[in-house]
Structures are given as structure tokens and as C-alpha cells.
């Protein structure tokens, strides 16, 4: 074999190597696309969101730490004394909700109760439709509840009124004088309709 032909033979056969690499770099890289088909959504909130959360924690000050974003089945757990397909079913029924902020003690992180940004209408920030089984299930573990209408700025001193009046337990409210805020306490729920009833405490 000439020293040319030997040198083309080379060529061709690098160049097939490469491509066959190439070639099995791309199935690789197109499995693990259809294996994992997740993009990032860029913001973890909304722009509405994120100033509600800014003014939530500058209103609320020390002693309190803000969340955004917590996932239900971090805040309540399922009572014992169900069968297991009633426990899995409860289970089943909070996996994969969330609230919208949670406000806890800064020091022990005992949580202290739930804040939802209304959007008027019955909708609420970062949902696309009420979602009534949250709050009835908040209500049934004893968890306050506070919604705030969504507003283009908060003042402090009225925010923080209404989110401390509303967290604490209602115990805690018999009887308190009618000032600033208006509070007002959710019926008693019924665990068996969690579905439909609503429960908790709102402030307007």
C-alpha cells in the first residue's frame, strides 16, 4: 500500500470514528432529554409575589421569619386512628399542594400560620383557581389562616395588624375590641367534607 492510500485510509478512518462517536454522543444526549424533560421556570415567584413577600417581612419584623411556597404536607400530617386506605387516601389529597407563605417563630420555627395574596375574584397568587380543600384542611389541623387582598403597596403598620391579629389563636380573639381590622372566624369543619367546606381564619 502507497504512502498515499495509507494516509487517506487514516482520514476515512478517523473521520468514521468521530462520526460514530458523534452519533452515539447525540442518542445519548436525546435519552437523557426524554429521561428528564424539565426546564427551569426562572423566578420561584411572581413579580406581585415577591413585593407582597418583601413587605410581609419588613411589616412583621423580628421574632417572625417568612416562607414562600411550602409544601402542605410540610405544615399538617394525618391524624392517627384511620384505616390505611383512609390515611393514604388523606395523604393522597394534600401531595403536591402548597400554600402561599407560611410565617414562623424566628427562633424555635413553630409555625405560627398560613398568608394567602388574594387576587380578587376568589383567586389567589400562584394558582390558576381557588382551591377550598386547603383551607378547610388548614382549618381542620388548627392552623390559621390570613388572606390579603393583593395591593399595588403595603403599609407596615396595617399589614402587620392584620397578619398578627389573624395568626393568633382564635381563643386568643374572643373578645378583643373592634379596631383597624375586621376578623372573622371560618365555621367548624367537618373532616369528612374537607372537600367543599371552608375553613380557618379570614381576615379582610
Do not use: W
Not at 158 to 185: C, H, N, Q, T, W
Amino acid at each position: 500500500m502507497s504512502t498515499a492510500s495509507a494516509s487517506l485510509f487514516d482520514v476515512v478512518a478517523i473521520t468514521a470514528v468521530v462520526v460514530i462517536v458523534a452519533v452515539v454522543l447525540l442518542v445519548a444526549l436525546m435519552r437523557r432529554a426524554a429521561a428528564y424533560p424539565y426546564r427551569s421556570l426562572g423566578y420561584l415567584l411572581s413579580e406581585e409575589e415577591g413585593r407582597f413577600l418583601a413587605a410581609l417581612r419588613e411589616a412583621l419584623g423580628g421574632g417572625h421569619e417568612v416562607y414562600p411556597k411550602v409544601r402542605l404536607a410540610d405544615l399538617i400530617e394525618v391524624r392517627k386512628g384511620l384505616t390505611r386506605k383512609q390515611r393514604n387516601e388523606a395523604l393522597a389529597r394534600i401531595a403536591g399542594q402548597h400554600v402561599g407563605f407560611v410565617v414562623c417563630d424566628s427562633e424555635t420555627q413553630a409555625i405560627r400560620g398560613v398568608v394567602e395574596l388574594e387576587l380578587g375574584g376568589g383567586r389567589r397568587a400562584g394558582r390558576r383557581a381557588p382551591l377550598p380543600f386547603i383551607d378547610a384542611a388548614l382549618g381542620a389541623a388548627q392552623v390559621p389562616l390570613v388572606r390579603v387582598p393583593v395591593q399595588p403597596s403595603y403599609a407596615a403598620a396595617e399589614l402587620r395588624d392584620k397578619v398578627l391579629i389573624g395568626l393568633r389563636p382564635a381563643e386568643g380573639k374572643a373578645g378583643m375590641a373592634s379596631g383597624r381590622v375586621a376578623d372573622y372566624f371560618g365555621p367548624a369543619v367537618d373532616p369528612a367534607e374537607l372537600s367543599f367546606a371552608i375553613g380557618g381564619v379570614e381576615v379582610y
